[in-house]
């Protein structure tokens, strides 16, 4: 079973607000990654880490930040919300190094975000 | 990662083998063959992954040909609960890249 946690599931929150989605993972991974998706629609990409103090942007352009100051955190944060801001996020981990077991990648359960 | 192509959709029956086939011309020497499966409202799950030959576990067998150049998931007896998308990825994941999933395959599975 998974050991990677996000809160909260669900959030409804007003425009203009700064909020903070978490994610911990209890399975020592270096790598972690924060993945969008509307319903139906592809995962994008949003940002990853490959480890402590590193973080990198990824092919969408989603006006939010991350930080990597611990192995088993990596919080997502928006600024100001925005109703285009409204999805569900995925956080997920896998082992660093190389070999097989680093494309192994385990995803939470996801927070819904809705902005009004 | 390297690139890979695979069907948008299929549909399929219950009590029916799918085979999903994925291609990846551009596979390199140390690239694994890794597939995911996601339910609707919930984040992908790793279900197989492979080198050569093939490979089978409780949920799937993955098919490699010789020249790697392509792989085939294969979903013996899907039920209503496989219906799902499927991704297919190929890649060492080395440090400083990240897990690109595509568009991936989606399944349905009909009563």
């Known amino acids: 079973e998974a050991d990677i946690y996000q809160t909260p599931r669900y959030l409804v929150i007003g425009t203009g607000k700064k909020i903070t989605l978490e994610c911990s993972q209890t399975?020592?991974?270096?790598?972690m990654y924060w993945y969008q998706q509307d319903p139906g629609m592809e995962l994008h990409l949003i940002h990853y880490?490959?480890?402590?103090?590193?973080?990198e942007k990824g092919d969408l352009s989603s006006e939010s930040t991350v930080s990597r100051i611990r192995t088993e955190h990596f919080p997502l944060t928006l600024e100001s919300a925005r109703p285009s801001h409204t999805s569900q996020y995925l956080c997920?981990?896998?082992?660093?190094?190389?070999?097989?077991?680093?494309?192994?990648?385990?995803f939470g359960q996801g927070t819904r975000l809705t902005v009004v | 990662l390297a690139k890979t192509t695979q069907p948008i959709s299929m549909d399929s029956y219950e009590g029916q083998e799918v085979n999903i086939t994925c291609s990846h011309n551009?596979?390199?020497?140390?690239?694994?063959i890794t597939w995911y499966q996601q339910f609707p409202s919930q984040g992908p799950r790793f279900i197989i992954q492979g080198y050569k030959t093939k490979v089978t576990n409780e949920v799937a067998s993955l098919f490699i040909p010789a020249d790697r150049k392509s792989s085939t998931l294969s979903l013996p007896r899907v039920s209503l609960s496989d219906t799902a998308v499927y991704y297919c990825?190929?890649?060492?994941?080395?440090?400083?890249?990240?897990?690109?999933f595509g568009k991936g395959t989606t399944l349905s599975v009909s009563s």
């Open positions: 551009n596979i390199a020497t140390n690239d694994y």
């Open positions: 990825l190929v890649g060492p994941n080395q440090a400083g890249t990240a897990l690109i």
């Open positions: 880490s490959y480890g402590v103090n590193s973080t």
């Open positions: 997920a981990s896998s082992p660093g190094g190389q070999g097989a077991m680093n494309t192994e990648a385990f």
């Open positions: 399975m020592g991974h270096d790598k």
